[in-house]
């Protein structure tokens, strides 16, 4: 083996130059990926009537979503739906700005409930979630919270964002330090 | 799909001189791609396939459609009149007939373009005014405005449609520059749409196609026995709408993979229901999710347009257009989206009008173009397509 073409393979794998190249492309990457990763700026729910998690004393007649953004009021679909998943009668959604609401017909009894909405802000993007009240002295709201957009969890999103925040801050330091470095053995 | 048409190769049937015994074209019926390579003698039996022009019903329908489409539609001038409108078709149906068995058509001043017919079907279809032109009540009607229409004269209407199919843009490009010719004493062009769709050998004949939209398109479309009693009339004769339907692509490609899912309300990757796991799985609508959403959103495209009666399904053929993009290098890209129904008020009617009420889809596709014409009976060799009507 020629010692030469060692020494230069050692450098290249094994060497600083190697994972600061792997930062800085996976820096370039998120920078240019994320952009088309939906759900930064698109419609959230920002507040709910009941809220979610409530443990209400007398019956809601009606379920109010407001989100960030307005609706389009073609599409927004809002469904309440009791601990058996059966669904509770209910008016079709009355959209107002960014606000849905669906008036609940009858009186719903005690008992644990789960309003689910699928609705589309005015941009085209398809937000979906859902969240759980209870009525009376019910235990606890049936479903864990959730919203999702673009199909991945805010979680998952914030999660991704953070990590390639942390790999650009990182994969920035390295690059720029690395330039220091070079000018001053320059 | 009919077996009175069923697909010959040409150099065997048409007895052209070309080197005889062609081999079975793949897409015919299931062969595997490998088999389209080469016929005996180096004829290709792509280029020399030939798709039957006579029967009682016309050709270009019920086959699996070519790669390459034409849609050529012409006006009629205030002079037209049944005996004239017969000449003329006596004339187009003696063209078609040759051309698609890979003859030239008489007079053809580039009869070195015939031989490979590639499929080539050419199917007429008759617009309201060519009927009044004839004195005849129109079996067709234009369809009414619907909201989300914008249309644009020179996508629209038309007296005489040709839909010239083949699965070469070359054979193409020669039978509508030949029929155009031999029309242009009796009409005038009206508009012409062009469009594409997957190439032969591409995929397994039975594979459904993507849309330049990147959707799997023809999915829910009867096949074989189910073609008959959506489409044919009695008598042999159907219907087409030809719909030109602009996709905002820059727009569509702001989506997420889940957005794209939810205004179709099937899978991008297989096409599957987005209450099932497969493409072909039926769409269950009464499928609720863990927190009790439907399945399949109230709003998606196969929500709003779902068919279930076998009598009232639309037989889609739709193909691509993508034309050149402007100078901010925005596509200009769609749907040339025809379908065939017996009967277009009572199947492609309500549908349509579904559809422009409610579907999330239509954030993304504008309908820019519209005609109807009826598409009457087949003929048998010697006769002439149209002679019912105006004979
Ligand atoms: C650019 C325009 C259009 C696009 C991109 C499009 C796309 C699609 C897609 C991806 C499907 C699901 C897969 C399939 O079954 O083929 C579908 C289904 C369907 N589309 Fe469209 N479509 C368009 C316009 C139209 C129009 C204008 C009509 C009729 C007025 C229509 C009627 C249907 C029907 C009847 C189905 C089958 C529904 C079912 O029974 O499952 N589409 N379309």
Excluded at chain 2, 5 to 30: I, Q
Excluded at chain 2, 324 to 337: R, S, T
Aim: net charge neutral.
């Amino acid at each position: 083996m020629r010692p030469e073409a060692t020494s230069r393979r050692n450098r290249w794998l094994g060497g600083p130059r190697w994972i600061q190249r792997l930062l800085v492309a996976a820096a370039a990457f998120l920078v240019v990926a994320l952009p088309g990763v939906p759900a930064w700026a698109h419609a959230q729910l920002a507040s709910a009537v009941p809220a979610p998690d409530a443990a209400l004393s007398t019956a809601p007649a009606a379920v109010t979503l407001t989100f960030n953004e307005q609706l389009n009021p073609e599409f927004t679909t809002i469904v309440v739906s009791d601990a058996g998943r059966q669904r509770v009668p209910a008016s079709a959604p009355a959209v107002s700005g960014a606000a849905g609401t669906v008036r609940i017909e009858g009186a719903l009894g005690e008992g644990a409930y789960t309003v689910a909405y699928r609705v589309v802000s005015t941009d085209g993007h398809t937000i979906q979630g859902s969240y759980g009240f209870t009525v009376g002295d019910a235990a606890r709201p049936p479903v864990a919270a959730g919203e999702s957009s673009g199909g991945l969890p805010v979680g998952v999103l914030i999660g991704i964002g953070a990590v390639g925040l942390g790999l650009a801050m990182v994969a920035g330091y390295l690059y720029f330090s690395g330039r220091r470095r070079q000018r001053g053995s320059a | 799909m009919t077996s009175r048409r069923h697909l010959l190769t040409g150099a065997a049937a048409a007895g052209l001189g070309a080197a005889a015994g062609a081999g079975v074209v793949a897409a015919a019926h299931g062969d595997s791609p490998a088999r389209v390579a080469a016929a005996p003698g180096g004829q290709p039996a792509l280029g020399t396939a030939i798709v039957a022009f006579h029967g009682a019903r016309q050709a270009g329908v019920a086959e699996d459609p070519p790669a390459h489409a034409a849609f050529v539609a012409f006006t009629l001038p205030a002079t037209a009149d049944r005996r004239g409108l017969a000449r003329m078709m006596r004339l187009l149906t003696d063209d078609a007939a040759r051309l698609t068995r890979g003859e030239p058509a008489l007079g053809d001043t580039d009869a070195t373009l015939a031989p490979l017919p590639a499929r080539l079907t050419v199917t007429f279809g008759f617009g309201p005014g060519l009927y009044r032109a004839a004195g005849l009540r129109p079996p067709v009607a234009d369809l009414p405005a619907f909201r989300i229409d914008r249309l644009e004269q020179r996508w629209s209407g038309g007296d005489l449609l040709l839909q010239v199919c083949a699965d070469d843009p070359l054979t193409v490009a020669h039978t509508q520059r030949m029929l155009i010719k031999d029309t242009r004493p009796f009409a005038a062009v009206r508009w012409v749409q062009q469009g594409f769709r997957r190439s032969p050998g591409i995929h397994a004949p039975d594979h459904t196609q993507r849309n330049v939209m990147g959707q799997l398109d023809g999915t829910a479309n009867p096949r074989g026995a189910e073609i008959d009693p959506a489409v044919w009339n009695e008598d042999g004769s159907t219907t087409i709408v030809v719909r030109r339907m602009r996709a905002e692509i820059e727009k569509w490609d702001m989506l997420s993979v889940a957005d794209k899912e939810n205004a179709v309300g099937r899978r991008l990757d297989t096409g599957a229901p987005l209450s099932g796991t497969q493409e072909h799985d039926e769409p269950d609508f009464t499928k609720l999710d863990d927190s009790g959403l439907p399945a399949m959103p109230d709003f998606s495209h196969v929500t709003r347009a779902r068919v279930t009666d076998p009598a009232l399904k639309l037989l889609r053929r739709p193909y691509n257009y993508d034309g050149v993009p402007n100078a901010a290098g925005h596509p200009d890209a769609g749907l040339i989206f025809a379908s065939f129904q017996k009967d277009i008020a009572r199947q492609f009617v309500p549908v349509q009008q579904r559809l422009a009420d409610k579907d999330l889809l239509n954030e993304w596709i504008t309908p820019i173009g519209s005609a109807v014409f009826a598409v009457p009976p087949g003929c048998a060799e010697g006769g002439w397509i149209g002679e019912q009507v105006l004979g």
